[in-house]
Protein backbone atom coordinates (compact mmCIF):
# COMPACT_ATOMS: atom_id res chain seq x y z
CA UNK A 1 0.00 0.00 0.00
CA UNK A 2 1.46 3.45 -1.04
CA UNK A 3 1.79 6.05 1.47
CA UNK A 4 1.19 10.21 1.07
CA UNK A 5 -0.45 9.68 -2.62
CA UNK A 6 -3.24 10.14 -4.31
CA UNK A 7 -5.12 9.26 -7.70
CA UNK A 8 -7.50 11.02 -8.77
CA UNK A 9 -9.11 10.64 -11.92
CA UNK A 10 -11.33 13.45 -14.58
CA UNK A 11 -14.33 12.12 -16.40
CA UNK A 12 -12.38 11.13 -19.80
CA UNK A 13 -11.02 7.80 -18.90
CA UNK A 14 -12.69 6.62 -15.52
CA UNK A 15 -12.33 3.03 -16.80
CA UNK A 16 -8.47 3.35 -17.02
CA UNK A 17 -8.19 5.23 -13.72
CA UNK A 18 -10.22 2.59 -11.73
CA UNK A 19 -7.63 0.18 -13.01
CA UNK A 20 -4.68 1.36 -12.48
CA UNK A 21 -6.12 2.23 -8.79
CA UNK A 22 -6.61 -1.12 -8.53
CA UNK A 23 -3.12 -1.76 -9.28
CA UNK A 24 -1.14 0.43 -7.26
CA UNK A 25 -3.69 -0.33 -4.22
CA UNK A 26 -5.19 2.93 -4.06
CA UNK A 27 -8.42 4.01 -3.50
CA UNK A 28 -9.63 6.39 -6.51
CA UNK A 29 -9.83 9.91 -5.07
CA UNK A 30 -12.94 11.74 -4.30
CA UNK A 31 -13.64 14.62 -6.76
CA UNK A 32 -16.76 15.85 -8.26
CA UNK A 33 -16.63 17.93 -11.71
CA UNK A 34 -19.88 19.33 -12.82
CA UNK A 35 -20.93 21.99 -14.99
CA UNK A 36 -22.52 25.67 -14.55
CA UNK A 37 -25.64 26.37 -16.54
CA UNK A 38 -23.58 28.15 -19.15
CA UNK A 39 -21.37 24.88 -19.56
CA UNK A 40 -18.80 26.60 -17.56
CA UNK A 41 -16.93 23.67 -15.68
CA UNK A 42 -16.63 23.70 -11.72
CA UNK A 43 -14.46 21.16 -9.63
CA UNK A 44 -14.64 20.23 -6.30
CA UNK A 45 -12.10 17.95 -4.41
CA UNK A 46 -14.20 15.89 -1.72
CA UNK A 47 -11.18 14.61 0.47
CA UNK A 48 -7.43 16.15 2.17
CA UNK A 49 -4.49 16.55 0.21
CA UNK A 50 -2.65 18.77 2.11
CA UNK A 51 1.17 17.42 1.70
CA UNK A 52 0.16 14.77 -0.47
CA UNK A 53 1.92 13.55 -3.93
CA UNK A 54 -1.40 13.80 -6.17
CA UNK A 55 -0.98 11.89 -9.76
CA UNK A 56 -3.82 13.13 -11.53
CA UNK A 57 -5.42 10.99 -14.81
CA UNK A 58 -7.18 12.64 -17.47
CA UNK A 59 -6.67 11.33 -21.49
CA UNK A 60 -7.67 14.56 -23.32
CA UNK A 61 -9.46 12.80 -25.88
CA UNK A 62 -13.37 13.41 -27.48
CA UNK A 63 -14.74 16.14 -26.12
CA UNK A 64 -10.97 16.92 -26.72
CA UNK A 65 -11.48 20.77 -25.18
CA UNK A 66 -13.62 19.87 -22.44
CA UNK A 67 -11.03 17.38 -21.52
CA UNK A 68 -8.62 19.68 -20.78
CA UNK A 69 -10.07 22.25 -19.14
CA UNK A 70 -11.69 19.89 -16.48
CA UNK A 71 -8.02 18.57 -16.19
CA UNK A 72 -6.17 22.59 -15.64
CA UNK A 73 -9.44 23.04 -13.48
CA UNK A 74 -8.88 20.12 -11.44
CA UNK A 75 -5.30 20.94 -10.93
CA UNK A 76 -5.81 24.50 -10.16
CA UNK A 77 -8.41 23.10 -7.68
CA UNK A 78 -5.33 20.53 -6.43
CA UNK A 79 -2.77 23.28 -6.11
CA UNK A 80 -4.58 25.65 -3.98
CA UNK A 81 -5.53 22.78 -2.14
CA UNK A 82 -1.76 22.59 -1.04
CA UNK A 83 -0.76 18.96 -2.62
CA UNK A 84 2.38 18.80 -2.42
CA UNK A 85 3.18 18.08 -6.11
CA UNK A 86 0.53 17.69 -9.04
CA UNK A 87 1.55 14.70 -11.80
CA UNK A 88 -0.96 14.85 -14.92
CA UNK A 89 -1.25 11.35 -16.60
CA UNK A 90 -2.21 12.12 -19.89
CA UNK A 91 -2.46 8.81 -21.26
CA UNK A 92 -3.83 10.43 -24.83
CA UNK A 93 -1.92 13.86 -25.65
CA UNK A 94 -4.42 16.26 -27.44
CA UNK A 95 -3.91 18.89 -30.10
CA UNK A 96 -0.28 17.02 -30.45
CA UNK A 97 -0.18 16.73 -34.23
CA UNK A 98 -0.09 20.64 -34.81
CA UNK A 99 3.92 20.25 -33.13
CA UNK A 100 5.12 22.83 -35.98
CA UNK A 101 4.22 25.46 -38.14
CA UNK A 102 3.03 23.63 -41.92
CA UNK A 103 2.18 27.02 -43.31
CA UNK A 104 2.43 30.44 -42.87
CA UNK A 105 -0.27 31.76 -40.68
CA UNK A 106 -1.09 28.42 -38.37
CA UNK A 107 -0.60 27.35 -34.29
CA UNK A 108 1.48 25.35 -32.77
CA UNK A 109 -0.97 23.80 -30.69
CA UNK A 110 1.15 21.57 -28.98
CA UNK A 111 3.18 24.11 -27.34
CA UNK A 112 -0.16 26.01 -26.17
CA UNK A 113 -1.15 23.32 -24.30
CA UNK A 114 2.36 22.47 -22.69
CA UNK A 115 2.06 26.34 -21.82
CA UNK A 116 -1.35 25.94 -20.30
CA UNK A 117 -0.69 22.71 -18.50
CA UNK A 118 2.57 24.32 -16.85
CA UNK A 119 0.58 27.23 -16.03
CA UNK A 120 -1.67 25.53 -14.07
CA UNK A 121 0.33 24.46 -11.18
CA UNK A 122 1.63 20.90 -13.08
CA UNK A 123 4.94 19.98 -11.98
CA UNK A 124 5.36 16.39 -14.47
CA UNK A 125 3.78 14.94 -16.96
CA UNK A 126 3.47 11.37 -17.71
CA UNK A 127 1.96 10.66 -21.36
CA UNK A 128 2.41 7.42 -23.70
CA UNK A 129 3.24 7.06 -27.42
CA UNK A 130 3.16 11.36 -27.96
CA UNK A 131 2.46 11.69 -31.80
CA UNK A 132 6.05 13.71 -32.25
CA UNK A 133 9.05 12.74 -29.56
CA UNK A 134 10.20 16.89 -29.72
CA UNK A 135 6.70 17.50 -27.98
CA UNK A 136 8.60 16.52 -24.73
CA UNK A 137 10.59 20.11 -24.92
CA UNK A 138 7.75 22.30 -25.33
CA UNK A 139 7.15 21.34 -21.54
CA UNK A 140 9.22 23.59 -18.42
CA UNK A 141 8.33 20.73 -16.26
CA UNK A 142 9.31 17.14 -16.54
CA UNK A 143 7.90 14.46 -19.34
CA UNK A 144 7.74 10.62 -19.44
CA UNK A 145 6.57 9.71 -22.50
CA UNK A 146 6.11 5.79 -21.95
CA UNK A 147 6.01 3.52 -24.87
CA UNK A 148 2.65 1.49 -25.28
CA UNK A 149 5.49 -0.93 -27.19
CA UNK A 150 5.44 -3.80 -24.42
CA UNK A 151 2.13 -4.12 -24.28
CA UNK A 152 1.24 -4.41 -27.89
CA UNK A 153 3.98 -7.03 -28.30
CA UNK A 154 2.63 -9.07 -25.65
CA UNK A 155 -0.57 -9.22 -27.76
CA UNK A 156 1.40 -9.74 -31.24
CA UNK A 157 2.91 -13.05 -29.03
CA UNK A 158 -0.06 -14.70 -28.66
CA UNK A 159 -1.32 -14.40 -32.32
CA UNK A 160 -0.37 -17.39 -34.60
CA UNK A 161 1.92 -14.70 -37.15
CA UNK A 162 2.80 -16.84 -40.12
CA UNK A 163 6.19 -14.86 -41.65
CA UNK A 164 5.21 -11.71 -40.23
CA UNK A 165 5.98 -8.53 -41.67
CA UNK A 166 6.11 -5.56 -39.55
CA UNK A 167 4.36 -2.77 -41.95
CA UNK A 168 5.23 1.39 -41.40
CA UNK A 169 2.32 3.09 -42.80
CA UNK A 170 4.00 6.29 -43.78
CA UNK A 171 7.63 6.52 -43.57
CA UNK A 172 7.59 8.24 -40.35
CA UNK A 173 6.47 5.10 -38.34
CA UNK A 174 9.95 3.55 -39.92
CA UNK A 175 11.47 3.64 -36.56
CA UNK A 176 8.70 2.27 -34.83
CA UNK A 177 8.23 -0.74 -37.43
CA UNK A 178 12.09 -2.04 -36.88
CA UNK A 179 11.52 -2.19 -33.51
CA UNK A 180 8.58 -3.88 -33.32
CA UNK A 181 10.40 -6.23 -36.35
CA UNK A 182 13.43 -6.33 -33.71
CA UNK A 183 11.14 -7.95 -31.16
CA UNK A 184 9.64 -10.31 -32.90
CA UNK A 185 12.05 -11.40 -35.54
CA UNK A 186 10.03 -10.27 -38.27
CA UNK A 187 10.39 -8.35 -41.51
CA UNK A 188 9.89 -4.90 -42.44
CA UNK A 189 7.83 -3.01 -44.59
CA UNK A 190 6.69 0.34 -45.55
CA UNK A 191 4.31 2.12 -47.85
CA UNK A 192 4.97 5.26 -49.30
CA UNK A 193 1.88 7.56 -49.68
CA UNK A 194 1.50 11.22 -50.12
CA UNK A 195 -0.75 13.12 -48.01
CA UNK A 196 -2.90 15.83 -50.22
CA UNK A 197 -4.58 17.48 -46.79
CA UNK A 198 -5.45 16.64 -43.43
CA UNK A 199 -7.13 12.86 -42.68
CA UNK A 200 -7.05 12.88 -46.89
CA UNK A 201 -4.05 9.99 -47.64
CA UNK A 202 -2.94 7.77 -50.71
CA UNK A 203 -1.01 4.98 -51.20
CA UNK A 204 1.51 5.12 -53.47
CA UNK A 205 3.52 1.83 -53.06
CA UNK A 206 4.76 -0.64 -51.23
CA UNK A 207 8.69 -0.96 -50.10
CA UNK A 208 9.29 -5.19 -48.80
CA UNK A 209 7.62 -8.37 -49.26
CA UNK A 210 4.49 -8.91 -48.67
CA UNK A 211 3.29 -11.62 -50.74
CA UNK A 212 1.87 -14.61 -48.69
CA UNK A 213 3.15 -12.95 -45.48
CA UNK A 214 1.01 -12.31 -42.02
CA UNK A 215 0.91 -8.37 -42.08
CA UNK A 216 0.78 -5.72 -38.71
CA UNK A 217 0.32 -2.51 -39.65
CA UNK A 218 2.07 -0.05 -36.68
CA UNK A 219 1.12 3.31 -36.01
CA UNK A 220 0.82 5.60 -32.50
CA UNK A 221 -3.14 6.61 -33.27
CA UNK A 222 -6.52 5.50 -35.68
CA UNK A 223 -7.96 8.58 -36.64
CA UNK A 224 -10.32 8.46 -39.51
CA UNK A 225 -8.65 5.24 -40.30
CA UNK A 226 -8.03 6.81 -44.36
CA UNK A 227 -4.51 5.77 -44.13
CA UNK A 228 -4.88 2.50 -42.45
CA UNK A 229 -7.77 0.89 -44.52
CA UNK A 230 -5.66 2.36 -47.73
CA UNK A 231 -2.60 -0.05 -46.67
CA UNK A 232 -4.66 -2.45 -45.78
CA UNK A 233 -6.17 -2.23 -49.16
CA UNK A 234 -2.58 -2.34 -50.95
CA UNK A 235 -0.69 -5.17 -49.17
CA UNK A 236 -4.16 -7.17 -49.98
CA UNK A 237 -3.41 -6.49 -53.95
CA UNK A 238 -0.07 -7.00 -53.03
CA UNK A 239 -1.35 -10.64 -51.86
CA UNK A 240 -0.41 -10.32 -48.07
CA UNK A 241 -2.05 -13.20 -46.23
CA UNK A 242 -3.78 -11.85 -42.95
CA UNK A 243 -3.40 -8.22 -42.52
CA UNK A 244 -3.55 -6.78 -39.03
CA UNK A 245 -3.13 -3.76 -36.93
CA UNK A 246 -1.69 -2.65 -33.92
CA UNK A 247 -1.74 1.10 -32.68
CA UNK A 248 -1.66 2.92 -29.13
CA UNK A 249 -4.58 5.50 -29.59
CA UNK A 250 -7.36 4.40 -30.60
CA UNK A 251 -9.11 8.44 -32.09
CA UNK A 252 -11.90 6.60 -34.54
CA UNK A 253 -13.10 9.97 -35.61
CA UNK A 254 -15.75 10.06 -38.29
CA UNK A 255 -16.10 7.52 -40.54
CA UNK A 256 -13.12 5.24 -38.96
CA UNK A 257 -15.09 2.07 -37.43
CA UNK A 258 -17.18 1.56 -40.65
CA UNK A 259 -13.81 2.10 -43.04
CA UNK A 260 -12.09 -0.43 -40.34
CA UNK A 261 -15.43 -3.01 -40.50
CA UNK A 262 -15.17 -2.65 -44.65
CA UNK A 263 -11.50 -3.10 -44.83
CA UNK A 264 -9.81 -6.55 -45.09
CA UNK A 265 -7.89 -5.87 -41.95
CA UNK A 266 -8.44 -9.17 -39.79
CA UNK A 267 -7.73 -7.77 -36.61
CA UNK A 268 -7.16 -4.43 -34.85
CA UNK A 269 -5.04 -4.28 -31.40
CA UNK A 270 -5.52 -0.74 -29.75
CA UNK A 271 -5.28 0.25 -26.07
CA UNK A 272 -7.33 1.74 -23.59
CA UNK A 273 -5.47 4.94 -23.62
CA UNK A 274 -8.91 5.97 -25.14
CA UNK A 275 -12.05 4.55 -24.50
CA UNK A 276 -13.53 2.66 -26.84
CA UNK A 277 -16.48 4.15 -28.68
CA UNK A 278 -19.45 2.17 -28.66
CA UNK A 279 -19.78 0.86 -32.01
CA UNK A 280 -16.13 -0.17 -32.23
CA UNK A 281 -16.76 -2.34 -28.60
CA UNK A 282 -19.74 -3.67 -30.84
CA UNK A 283 -17.45 -5.13 -33.78
CA UNK A 284 -15.03 -7.97 -33.97
CA UNK A 285 -12.40 -6.56 -35.30
CA UNK A 286 -11.36 -4.46 -32.13
CA UNK A 287 -9.00 -6.04 -28.87
CA UNK A 288 -7.89 -4.02 -26.69
CA UNK A 289 -4.82 -4.44 -24.77
CA UNK A 290 -5.03 -2.14 -21.19
CA UNK A 291 -1.85 0.20 -20.46
CA UNK A 292 -3.15 0.62 -16.65
CA UNK A 293 -0.26 -1.88 -15.29
CA UNK A 294 2.50 0.50 -17.42
CA UNK A 295 0.68 3.69 -15.91
CA UNK A 296 0.48 2.28 -12.42
CA UNK A 297 4.08 0.92 -12.24
CA UNK A 298 5.03 4.19 -13.61
CA UNK A 299 3.54 6.17 -10.62
CA UNK A 300 4.77 3.64 -8.39
CA UNK A 301 8.18 4.08 -9.75
CA UNK A 302 8.00 8.03 -10.06
CA UNK A 303 6.96 8.29 -6.10
CA UNK A 304 9.69 6.03 -4.51
CA UNK A 305 12.21 7.71 -7.31
CA UNK A 306 12.75 4.69 -9.37
CA UNK A 307 14.04 4.48 -12.77
CA UNK A 308 11.03 5.12 -15.19
CA UNK A 309 13.73 4.36 -18.52
CA UNK A 310 13.97 0.40 -17.00
CA UNK A 311 10.33 -0.31 -17.68
CA UNK A 312 11.18 -0.51 -21.61
CA UNK A 313 15.08 -2.15 -21.47
Known amino acids: M ?3 ISLFSGNANQPLAAA ?3 YLEVPLGRAKASRFSDGEISVEIGENVRGVDVYLMQSTCTPVNDSIMEMLIMADALRRSSAASITAIMPYYGYARQDRKVAGRTPITAKLV ?5 TSGIDRVVTVDLHAGQIQGFFNVPVDNLYAMPVLLES ?3 MPLQDAVMVSPDAGGVERARAYAKRLNASLAIIDKRRERANVSEVMHIIGDVKGRDCVLLDDMIDTAGTLTNAARALHEQGARKIYAAATHAVLSGPAVNRIVDSPLTEVIVTDTIPLRDEAKACAKFRVATVSKLLGE ?6 NSDSISSLFV
Open 298 to 303: AVRRIH
Open 114 to 118: ADLIS
Open 20 to 22: MAG
Open 156 to 158: LRQ
Open 2 to 4: LKS
